[in-house]
């Protein structure tokens, strides 16, 4: 399909785009690589009446080392994440989530910002700040402000950003030697969205596991902490993870669709999290 029709403007700063999206209203949205609006445009899922490209906004597109954490531009693109040493140093788990975003094509001209802004529950990079704890930087006409990422995703491709608002910066926190990592989900083919995600992060503490963050990928309208794992994993051992995974997908919500029904939905959210824990621990 062809999308309704629509004006464009080019930001030439993060000013200038918070400008150009108070005049034209909620009618207004911000493009940066194109990857998640422009299909659901197509649909005519989305019709705004004025695009404002990020393209060309690069004081958006950096990976800064800021002691206790990393600094990301918004405009950052997937393939930047995946190849950077200092975050496949520090914060690795984000570098190889993005490595697993769609095909090489969404990597290189896909950004972080774009995918965090549409807030789309199958998209596996919300879940990996969900389980990092990252905070989100938001500038619009009053200011700026911090969000943190469990707060950042309100319902079905709704976030708390403003319609005159830009998210400029992700933190992610450094990851220290205790701690492990993985992401494992679902797809039937490499370049589709997850069916469903489990990205994990555990603290190790003398042989067992002193804490753990879960985050799951397309299991409810958002995506969402799976909290009753993370209570059934601090403490536990090798030999106790498959009894604390079975509780993986309580609390969740997960849709019946043509990729999967709810309870295959479930008990793949039981299977990825054993295994990524299970990864994790082996980092």
Known sequence: MIPVAFDYKVAESVEHAIDLLRQNGEDAKLLAGGHSLIPIMKLRLAAPSMLVDLGRVDELRYIRDEGDH??????TRHCELERDQTLREHCGLLSYTASLVGDPQVRHRGTIGGSISHGDAASDLPSALLALEAELRVKGPSGE?????????????QTDLAPDEVLTEIRVPKLGSGTGWDYQKFNRRAQDWAVVGSCVVVERSNG???SARV???????????????EEALAGADTRSLEE??????????????????????????RVLT??????????
């Open 70 to 75: 990393i600094a990301i531009g918004a405009m």
């Open 145 to 157: 402000r911090t969000v943190r990422a469990q707060d950042f995703f309100k319902d079905y491709l």
């Open 208 to 210: 067992s596991i002193g």
């Open 215 to 229: 985050a799951l990928t397309n299991m409810g309208a958002t995506p969402l902490r799976a909290r009753a794992v």
């Open 244 to 269: 604390a995974c079975r509780v993986a997908d309580e609390g969740t919500s997960p849709s019946s669709d043509v990729a999967a029904s709810a309870e295959f939905r479930r008990h793949l959210a």
């Open 274 to 283: 054993r295994r990524a824990v299970e990864q994790a621990l082996q980092r």
